[in-house]
Each structure stands twice: as C-alpha cells, then as structure tokens.
C-alpha cells in the first residue's frame, strides 16, 4: 500500500473511531442521566412524612405565585391564570398522594386566610365564589396525575403523559367549575345561565392557553421521570423491553 493509501486510511480510522467514541460518551451522558431521575424520585418516594409536607407546602406556594399571573375578561368572572401548571406538575413530582396534598394545602391556607388565591384574595367567601369548583378540582387533578405517575412507568412517556394532563384538565378541573359557576350565576342572575352562555365564561376562553400549559407540562414531566420502577409500579418489571418517547 502506497503511503498515500495508507493515509487515506489512516484518517478513515480515526473518523470511524471518532465517531464510536462520541457515541459512547453520549449514551453514558444518557445513562447517567436517567440514573440522576431515578435516584432523585426513589429519594423523594422513601422521604420522611416532614420533609414529603414541605415539599407539598412548595408546590402550594408555586400554585399560589402562579395564581397572580392573571388576565381578567371583561365577559367572564373567571380569569385566565397560571395556577393550572402547577396543578399538572404537583402529582408528577410529589407522587400518589402528596400531590394531592399540596393542592389541598393550597385550598385550606387559602380559606384560613392566605392570601394566595388569584388577585390575593383568601376565605371560604372566595371559595364559594364563580372560581371555587375549579380550585377544588385542582386537588382531583393531582392525585389523578399523580397516581398514575407512582403506579405505571408507561404513564411517563410524553403522549401518555399529555394524555392524562388533557382529562385531568378538562375533566377534574372544568366539570366541578362549571357546576360552580353555574350555580353562581343562578344566584346572580336569579335565573339559571344558557349552556353556550356558561361554556363561553368558564370553559371555551381558556381551551387554547390550557392545552398549551398541558404540552409543556408533559414534555417537562417526560423529562424529569425515570423510565424504570423507583417504587410499587405493577408494570415495573416490563419497562426495560419498552421504547418509551
């Protein structure tokens, strides 16, 4: 071989070899990766009852931040808010039951007199008013989502994920709010509203920006889960043949 080939293969060699090693170096990026999620959620899954209340405390206060980033509509006594997102991400991050448990933090600080339902308000009036169905939801959609979250390690992959976002949303959330709102308004109004009237205030308005809220939610969720059992899953010994997206 002349010294020219021998060069041409030379170099060959190494970009195949340069290739092989980035390869590796990125599944053990990825690897290491999926080591980090899983011991943080076997962590947060065998914490102490104190430390699993604060966490829960956390995530009520990130809802009660997320409560003030409103927008009023001059149809509607139901504002566009960004609480929701917290609600979706509660039982994804705290589990089966604390998710739940911090949404219901959330409600019973606020009606004890936080000041951390949407516009600073607080009190059992507040929760009586045209918003409280939905508040209330809020604590059905996390255990919902966190449920599914601690019991199957296919309810991690994105679309699953989104999936159960969208009905936890539109769902747990919107049915009890509609039932409340209507229910206000029939006291307001002294006569029960039309459905398209009570569709357009307190469900129609806010399909886009929810959905929208959903799909991040997902794909942060998607993100920050392990792809294997950290706990009871029941499908926990069938994830490792599974290509989760």
Same mark, same amino acid.
């Given at each position: 071989?002349?010294s020219?080939g021998?060069?041409?293969?030379?170099?060959?060699?190494h970009?195949?070899?340069s290739?092989?090693?980035?390869?590796?170096?990125?599944?053990e990026?990825?690897a290491r990766?999926q080591?980090?999620?899983y011991?943080?959620?076997?962590?947060?899954?065998?914490?102490?009852?104190?430390m699993?209340l604060s966490?829960a405390?956390?995530?009520?206060?990130?809802?009660?931040?997320?409560a003030?980033?409103?927008?009023?509509?001059?149809w509607?006594?139901?504002?566009?808010?960004g609480?929701?997102? /917290?609600? #979706?991400l509660a *039982?994804?991050?705290?589990?089966?039951?604390w998710?739940?448990? &911090?949404?219901?933090?959330?409600? %019973? +600080?606020g009606i004890?007199?936080v000041?951390w339902?949407?516009?600073l308000?607080?009190g059992?009036?507040y929760l009586a008013?045209?918003t409280?169905?939905?508040?209330?939801?809020f604590?059905? /959609?996390a #255990?919902?989502? *966190?449920?599914f979250?601690?019991?199957y390690?296919?309810s991690? &992959?994105f679309l699953?994920?989104? %999936? +159960?976002m969208?009905f936890?949303n539109?769902?747990?959330?919107?049915v009890p709010?509609l039932?409340?709102?209507?229910?206000?308004?029939n006291?307001?109004?002294g006569?029960?509203?039309?459905?398209t009237? #009570?569709l357009g205030?307190g469900?129609?308005?806010?399909?886009a920006?929810d959905?929208?809220?959903?799909v991040v939610?997902?794909?942060?969720?998607?993100?920050?889960t392990?792809?294997r059992?950290?706990?009871r899953?029941?499908?926990?010994?069938?994830w490792?043949?599974w290509?989760i997206p």
């Open positions: 071989m002349s020219l021998m060069l041409k293969y030379a170099l060959a060699k970009q195949v070899d290739r092989d090693r980035s390869q590796e170096v990125r599944m990026v990825a990766i080591d980090i999620k011991d943080v959620f076997r962590w947060r899954y065998g914490l102490s009852i104190p699993k966490l405390l956390g995530i009520a206060c990130l809802a009660g931040l997320l003030q980033v409103r927008f009023v509509l001059p509607s006594p139901v504002p566009v808010t609480q929701t997102f /917290a609600v #979706l *039982g994804v991050l705290l589990g089966r039951w998710g739940g448990i &911090s949404m219901a933090l959330y409600v %019973g +600080l004890a007199g000041p339902f949407q516009g308000n607080s059992l009036g008013g045209p409280g169905g939905y508040i209330i939801g604590i059905m /959609a #255990l919902f989502l *966190g449920y979250t601690d019991k390690v296919r991690r &992959s699953s994920m989104l %999936g +159960l969208l936890a539109f769902i747990l959330v919107y709010g039932l409340q709102l209507g229910l206000w308004l006291i307001v109004q006569e029960p509203a039309s459905s009237a #009570l205030m469900l129609v308005p806010f399909i920006g959905i929208t809220k959903a939610a997902a794909a942060i969720a998607r993100g920050v392990p792809k059992a950290y706990g899953e029941v499908d926990g010994d069938k490792a043949s290509r």
